[in-house]
């Protein structure tokens, strides 16, 4: 799908941000590589070796196995797992975030038809804004209004897109939901706005 195939009365869009703008692995794997050199530095330890353990158990487990993988291997003190958590949520990367290229695209038409671009995200509201705040925007910045549900209430509760919808005076036959997960779906159903599935718009399976 691109934008010329989407219904033209849609006035603003609403988007999550992992695996919908960019693809969540590349911030995770690393900050994955920040805290493995941390641990060759503190612990004496082999990063490229732990590296490799937190790469697959994030393949194989996603990542809430990550830690647990790595400190079964290594036997890495339960004390580091707070410098893990800290680290996710305010890791400078070596690299910036890409989007995805079609979203990129997508984006740059809604931007130029003077139509509106929300991300609404789920997750810790620090850590997101960090993953934002690293993106390679394209200029496109300057348009993103951005809602951390944390403060509100989680998806799929509706409040975030409610308090949207009402702070700028929008009705909701204007919006359209662009998501990935059923939560995203559920949440769109429940502030009864319009959704589409990011597998619409990217060719390449999602992790």
């Known amino acids: 799908?691109?934008?010329s195939e989407i219904d033209p009365?849609?006035?603003a869009f609403v988007?999550?941000?992992d695996n919908v703008l960019y693809p969540e692995k590349d911030y995770l794997l690393q900050v994955y590589y920040l805290f493995a050199n941390f641990l060759e530095y503190t612990e004496m330890l082999d990063a490229k070796a732990m590296l490799s353990v937190m790469t697959v158990a994030y393949e194989e487990y996603g990542h809430e196995g990550v830690f647990d993988s790595?400190?079964?291997e290594f036997n890495i003190d339960i004390k580091y797992a707070q410098n893990f958590q800290i680290l996710l949520g305010n890791a400078k990367l070596p690299l910036?975030?890409?989007l995805y290229q079609q979203m990129l695209d997508l984006m740059q038409e809604i931007v130029i038809d003077r139509k509106k671009l929300f991300i609404v995200t789920n997750g810790n509201p620090q850590q997101q804004l960090n993953k934002i705040r690293q993106i390679e925007w394209h200029g496109l910045e300057q348009y993103l209004i951005c809602y951390f549900a944390n403060e509100y209430a989680?998806?799929?509760?509706?409040?975030?897109?409610h308090t949207l919808i009402h702070e700028h005076n929008l009705q909701r036959r204007d919006l359209l939901m662009i998501g990935s997960t059923k939560t995203d779906e559920l949440s769109a159903e429940a502030s009864g706005i319009d959704y589409i599935e990011?597998?619409?718009f990217?060719?390449?399976p999602l992790k």
């Open 1 to 3: 799908m691109v934008y």
């Open 70 to 72: 790595l400190q079964k």
């Open 9 to 11: 009365r849609k006035q």
């Open 198 to 200: 990011i597998g619409k």
């Open 202 to 204: 990217i060719d390449t």
């Open 15 to 17: 988007f999550e941000l």
């Open 96 to 98: 910036k975030l890409l």
């Open 154 to 161: 989680l998806k799929p509760e509706p409040d975030a897109i």
